[in-house]
Antibody, heavy 119, light 107 residues
Framework: EVQLLESGGDLVQPGGSLRLSCAAS????????LSWVRQAPGKGLEWVSA????????YYADSVKGRFTMSRDDSKNTVFLQMNGLRAEDTAAYYC????????????WGQGTLVTVSS | DIQMTQSPSSLSASVGDRVTITCRAS??????LGWYQQKPGKAPKRLIY???SLQSGVPSRFSGSGSGTEFTLTISSLQPEDFATYYC?????????FGGGTKVEIK
């Protein structure tokens, strides 16, 4: 059974940084691209970033480009999202999901971790 | 960027009703379109990919159709567990984009 467990969400001040992690199990991690998708309170879904299965390619939404960095550690079956220069509009539940463009979207999802940006 | 316009934003329906939700893409996306269901406080769940391919384990009352720029999700006979919010997703090109969502409520 595929499991994705996000962690690292917290309350942070505007301009601050946070690193999210997503630990995966139940599938051959190194074979799959992964993505982050977020959802602001009471709002719809927004794709944030994706990383290829070999980690060489990363993709970002315009709203986070230059501030967020996605990476992966296949030895730990974990994907990360480094978030810098956080803004109030980054407040959201952040979901880790298996898949990206090349895999017809997102197959499995984690339960999400909440990021709140506020002073 | 490809914009996905989903309609309606909400609807009220009764158990047993046939429900149709539409997504329009701002440009052609071939068949690179999926549908997701989300219940309150839960992660989304994929129902359909490649316009009409049913995800394993998803009931056959869900179906998808369309091509090019216009796509439809149909629930043939609405069940109590289907009351949720539904989103379309285009994965033809980055940035991947979701529709705004359709909340299906009980009439």
């Amino acid at each position: 059974e595929v499991q994705l467990l996000e962690s690292g969400g917290d309350l942070v001040q505007p301009g601050g940084s946070l690193r999210l992690s997503c630990a995966a199990s139940g599938f051959t991690f190194s074979r799959f691209p992964l993505s982050w998708v977020r959802q602001a309170p009471g709002k719809g879904l927004e794709w944030v970033s994706a990383i290829s299965n070999n980690g060489r390619s990363t993709y970002y939404a315009d709203s986070v480009k230059g501030r967020f960095t996605m990476s992966r550690d296949d030895s730990k079956n974990t994907v990360f999202l480094q978030m810098n220069g956080l803004r109030a509009e980054d407040t959201a539940a952040y979901y880790c999901a298996t898949g990206a463009m090349s895999t017809a979207g997102f197959d499995s999802w984690g339960q999400g971790t909440l990021v709140t940006v506020s002073s | 960027d490809i914009q996905m316009t989903q309609s309606p934003s909400s609807l009220s329906a009764s158990v047993g009703d046939r429900v149709t939700i539409t997504c329009r893409a701002s440009q052609g996306i071939r068949n690179d379109l999926g549908w997701y269901q989300q219940k309150p406080g839960k992660a989304p769940k994929r129902l359909i990919y490649a316009v009409s391919s049913l995800q394993s384990g998803v009931p056959s009352r869900f179906s998808g159709s369309g091509s090019g720029t216009e796509f439809t999700l149909t629930i043939s006979s609405l069940q109590p567990e289907d009351f949720a919010t539904y989103y379309c997703l285009q994965y033809n090109s980055y940035p991947l984009t979701f529709g705004g969502g359709t909340k299906v409520e009980i009439k």
